[in-house]
């Protein structure tokens, strides 16, 4: 219980510093990972969007899950044509 409650104060900490770095327009991204070894599975994020929602982050349009590994893998957000050929 007070390991929840601390986990819940650090991630309002967090989410307070990303509405002051995220700009107008901007996205932020959560990576969420699980230990080594371990299989993800399917997770309740209500917890996340509300403790979002608690520092005006409140627009959530879509979640992505996406299990891959991480060493030079890219994640391209609304890119034009020219940065997708930039990054081939």
Do not use: K
Request: aromatic share 4%.
């Amino acid at each position: 219980m007070v390991r929840e409650a601390t986990n819940q104060v650090r991630l309002a900490c967090l989410l307070t510093a990303c509405t002051r770095l995220l700009r107008p327009g901007g996205c932020l991204v959560l990576i969420v990972a699980v230990p080594a070894g371990t299989i993800g599975t399917p997770e309740n994020f209500s917890p996340l969007a509300a403790a979002a929602a608690n520092v005006g982050l409140g627009y959530l349009q879509h979640i992505v899950a996406v299990t891959a590994d991480t060493d030079a893998d890219t994640f391209a957000y609304h890119v034009t044509d020219a940065e997708l050929l930039a990054l081939a």
